[in-house]
């Protein structure tokens, strides 16, 4: 077990529906990364917070959005649901400050979201 | 930029059997190398990472694997299968520079057959 825990387990939205997941980190970590893991694939990555700031952003639109918390847990928002948004988001929680590149991240199980 | 490529999607061996999953990467310099596996309905699970210095890196559940700069390789190794490795194996290297973000690869799955 990595410490890192994620809910729901299992969603389902509409499109054009928003939706709110949430993480919760390991104690001490300062660090969390959300990835976006499509059927086959592997996980993409969408941004990551580093103490309740955003510190990278892979190539996501806006209507991605996050927010980290001072007590470990972060959410990951999306709006205007399409289709494609279908997939396991995972978040990954790390001791590391910014270009500490070494430190090793720390899997949640993920959430499944399916879009109708 | 960096990428990663797994060229096998799906490998079948037998327990016993020894193993190894290829992959290749693509980054400007010496990059940092990671494996991790996900077993069905599980997260992801850190197996071993290359930082620096030798080459040939151990890992948890007797995996190994090795750096190979001139072939631009980091292949998976472990010497004798076992059921319980039956899972999705994902290659990944990490950012040197923003955000210390991992680009995995496409993943391959590995069958254990008696």
């Known amino acids: 077990e990595t410490g890192v825990t994620q809910s729901p387990t299992h969603l389902i939205k509409t499109r054009g529906q928003q939706v709110t997941l949430r993480c919760s980190s390991q104690?001490?970590?300062?660090?969390v990364s959300w990835y976006q893991q499509a059927l086959g694939q592997g996980p993409q990555f969408i941004f990551q917070?580093?103490?309740?700031?955003?510190?990278g952003r892979g190539n996501f639109p806006p209507r991605f959005s996050g927010l980290q918390f001072p007590n470990y847990s972060s959410e990951l928002n999306v709006n205007a649901l399409e289709l494609d948004d279908s997939a396991l988001y995972l978040c990954a929680s790390s001791l590391g400050a910014s270009g500490r590149f070494a430190d090793t991240q720390y899997f949640g199980p993920g959430t499944r979201l399916t879009v109708l | 930029a960096q990428s990663v490529t797994q060229p096998d999607i799906h490998i079948t061996v037998s327990e016993g059997a020894s193993l190894e999953l290829r992959c290749n990467y693509s980054y400007g310099a010496t990059p940092y190398l990671f494996w991790y596996v996900q077993s069905p309905g599980q997260g992801l699970q850190l197996l071993l990472k290359?930082?620096?210095?030798?080459?040939l890196v151990q890992g948890i559940k007797g995996f190994e694997a090795e750096f190979k700069r001139s072939q631009s390789s980091f292949n998976l190794r472990k010497p004798s299968v076992h059921w319980s490795d039956a899972a999705e194996y994902f290659c990944a290297v990490g950012a040197k520079t923003g955000a210390n973000n991992l680009f995995f690869g496409t993943g391959t799955r590995l069958t254990v057959i008696p």
């Open positions: 104690s001490g970590h300062n660090t």
């Open positions: 290359y930082f620096s210095g030798d080459t």
């Open positions: 917070y580093y103490r309740e700031e955003e510190n």
